[in-house]
């Protein structure tokens, strides 16, 4: 009896697509265009008969059957690529599986990985990008690098909040501080210089801003920080991940009040402007951490990437 399945090149992008909830994302990691994604997900929809996305202004989220089958297409693409390292893996080779969320792994970690790899080229890093609060005790992670509080951990009332869940277990996990998250308000210098000028803070309430639908009381709670009210109207743009706000900061849409630790790695850097860099930064309450299991048993594998990640947060935070 034959099979009737999916196409799986479709079948590989949506699911990129669904892990990251964004097509650019999706497509950056693929190596691939956005309307490259676009079509795929179109031709996978007409094959199943049901639409797996939501999409609008702000972005796209999954439908009650998109999710049903990205968790399908999660666990066959997860056991298809375990299956061909165990096939192709050198027998000296350790294999480590580093959890993250979408736009610090892009814009952090991965364009420093090389070094690590150059370091110790008998361990392997497998980098997949996810959204969800991590679960290491049951979907083979290694590592994770996430935002968020530890448990018990208290912050003073005035910081912005940061409203993500790291993980789903907390039972033999070790955890590193690498930054803290302080977020900064960019725009696009081409377009601020068409702007009135913002001298103070209490001038953002009244400019164009641009929101994150991942962290969507940055703007109310980082200007109250600063003893400035403001409400969103509900109409200003908003974007689904950090990595779209600041794109659309240099695209012109406004300013994004982004975490600073996202500028380093970021492409369009050199055409986006700090807004009053000299005032006192504000932390959030929540915080970058490295994550791992106690009781693995590729101890010495993960310690070697701990080392590493911890030096390379260190100079993140000295520049």
Not at 77 to 96: I, S, Y
Not at 176 to 185: Q, R
Not at 196 to 221: M, Q, Y
Not at 248 to 272: F, S, T
């Amino acid at each position: 009896m034959s099979r009737r399945l999916p196409p799986l090149l479709a079948t590989r992008y949506f699911e990129a697509a669904a892990r990251h909830l964004s097509f650019t994302l999706a497509a950056e990691e693929l190596f691939v265009t956005q309307g490259a994604i676009s079509l795929q997900i179109r031709k996978l929809e007409e094959f199943l008969g049901t639409p797996l996305f939501i999409r609008h202004a702000r972005g796209i989220e999954l439908t009650g059957p998109g999710m049903q089958f990205y968790e399908a297409c999660h666990v066959l693409l997860d056991g298809l690529e375990k299956a061909m390292r165990d096939m192709t893996r050198p027998d000296h080779q350790q294999t480590l599986t580093v959890s993250t969320i979408p736009t610090i792994g892009t814009l952090w970690l991965m364009p420093r990985l090389a070094s690590f790899t150059s370091l110790h080229p008998d361990i392997e890093v497998r980098v997949v990008s996810d959204i969800r609060p991590a679960d290491m005790h049951s979907d083979n992670i290694d590592l994770a690098l996430r935002a968020g509080k530890l448990p018990g951990q208290r912050y003073p009332a005035h910081f912005p909040s940061v409203d993500l869940v790291m993980l789903e277990k907390w039972t033999d996990i070790e955890a590193d501080l690498l930054f803290h998250d302080v977020m900064v308000p960019v725009a696009s210098k081409k377009w601020y210089a068409t702007q009135p000028p913002i001298r103070h803070v209490n001038d953002f309430s009244t400019a164009a801003l641009v929101h994150t639908a991942s962290r969507p009381k940055a703007w109310p709670e980082w200007l109250k920080a600063y003893g400035v009210d403001y409400t969103p109207t509900g109409h200003e743009p908003e974007y689904g991940h950090f990595y779209i706000s600041l794109r659309a900061a240099q695209d012109h849409k406004g300013i994004a009040l982004i975490p600073g630790v996202l500028l380093h790695g970021y492409p369009g850097r050199n055409e986006l402007e700090i807004l009053l860099p000299g005032i006192e930064p504000v932390r959030s309450a929540g915080d970058y951490y490295l994550l791992q299991r106690s009781s693995s048993r590729k101890r010495a594998a993960m310690q070697k990437f701990r080392d590493w990640v911890l030096d390379e947060a260190k100079k993140t935070a000295s520049h």
